[in-house]
């Protein structure tokens, strides 16, 4: 097994074409530059906020920041609170919250709460633009289960440079169901939080974004895998069973989750929470925005490495990029095995019957030559135009036909939703829970259900989007309101 993230051909040739261009006059030999791995699994810091005024105060600085992703390198970045992401926002469902989110960076800027149910002011998209300097101060009351979510930049036409340049972090969720349950909850100790992405880096050691065509159609790859912002990490286990909770934090790579071992795990959750019992797998693909919470049993003793298959939207005419090392896992002695998992995690309602509209969105591209715009319903993002208004208290039938040949992960703002039918079928148990972000395969056809309940604002919208983040800049954007 390979202990360095796998180049593809066409990176690699970038590289060298790139380092070429650099090369001073006089040639000498430098030591490339090398992902710096090995290191022990480090992830960000749980951060509780302050209680103040009634509500959890969480003061969040979004500023340039520098990370060692490469041996000797120091890269410039975006951070918040930190050097490169931002901490792990630790709250409890029912928590009244209040955000305080400052602009330290010299240009505008939004963050958005992904899987979040809340008012479209504190949504945090397009519409919530913080000027440089300037601080924002949403609030909220927290109406989630017990789950993983995120938060992440969603400025116009500049949210694959925000997010790529470090602007992200985990929102983790506790409540009374899911602490009922026989799992591993103690970070650090058994429960692991892991954001996924890929970077590609030039030759003086810097990650400057910067999609050629290509990247502007597949998604911006990269060929160093990371964790947490660290190269294949090593992961030190003294419980029988872990639990890893996984964000897909990357800007156009889908990676698709196994153990190097062959060995199974269980899915406990989804985007939105628990699922209704542990899905046993030997595998799991997740989308950009996705995340999923995994067991693992680790009572042998034995090593393993988690590993990646990375591959763009363009997979079906490209293949898959290769297999990369995510971190290295091992556990410090055999333990007696872990009692069964809870046949049952979590009450999972019945799918709501349909009371207002059934609406149909079609995923296209125009100009399959070099310049392919990429629409939804014929139309590209216009952030002036409100494309639909649903009513409050109401429940729709969404229904996502891709005709194009790339796969779109389509995010949808304010809801939780269910799958109803992926072509015609019932959905897969893992993806039978509750979803705020849907694989849509080239040709699929993939129908959700939506209530939409607690908020109306008649100005104020939600986006819908395609999750790969050049899809999304280039145009993949809708947005409704809810009245
Ligand atoms: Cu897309």
Known sequence: MTH????????????????????????????????????????????????????????????????????????????????????????????????????????????????????????????????????????????????????????????????????????????????????????????????????????????????????????????????????????????????????????????????????????????????????PLADLTLAPGERAELILDLADGAATQLLAEAWGAEVQMMGSAGIRTVMDIRPRRALPAAPALPERLAELPPIPERTGETRRFKLAMSGMGMMGDFLINDAQYDHGRIDFSVPLGTVETWIWQNTTPMIHPIHIHDVQFRIVKRNGQPPAPHEAGLKDTVIVNPGEQVSLRLAFTDYADPVLPYMYHCHILEHEDAGMMGQFTVV
């Open 4 to 279: 360095r993230p796998l180049m593809t051909r066409r990176s690699a040739l970038t590289g060298l074409g790139a380092a070429l261009l650099a090369a001073p006059a006089i040639l000498r030999p430098r030591p490339a530059l090398a992902a710096l791995t090995g290191r022990p699994f480090a992830q960000p810091d749980l951060f509780e906020g302050v209680q103040t005024g009634g509500r959890r105060v969480f003061d969040l600085a979004v500023a340039p920041g520098r990370h060692e992703f490469l041996a000797g390198v120091e890269t410039e970045t975006i951070g918040i609170n930190t050097g490169f992401l931002g901490p792990i926002l630790s709250v409890r469902s029912g928590d009244p919250l209040r955000m305080n989110v400052a602009n330290r960076l010299a240009e505008p800027m939004t963050l958005h709460w992904h899987g979040m149910h809340l008012p479209a002011a504190a949504d945090g998209g397009p519409h919530q633009e913080i000027a440089p300097g300037a601080t924002w101060f949403p609030e909220w009351d927290l109406r989630q289960k017990a789950g993983t979510f995120w938060f992440h930049g969603h400025q116009h036409h500049k949210t694959a440079a925000h997010v790529w340049a470090g602007m992200a972090g985990v929102i983790r969720v506790s409540d009374d169901e899911e602490e009922a349950l026989p799992l591993p909850r103690t970070h650090g100790v058994d429960d692991f939080t892991l954001i996924l992405q890929d970077r590609r880096f030039d030759a003086a050691g810097q990650m400057p974004y910067a999609p050629d065509m290509h990247d502007r159609m597949a998604g911006m790859l990269g060929d160093v895998m990371l964790v947490n912002g660290q190269s294949e990490p090593v992961l030190e286990t003294d419980t029988p069973r872990i639990r890893l909770r996984l964000l897909n934090g990357a800007n156009g790579t889908f990676y698709r989750l196994h153990f190097a071992d062959g060995r199974a795990f269980h899915q406990i959750a989804s985007d939105g929470g628990l699922l209704a019992a542990p899905v």
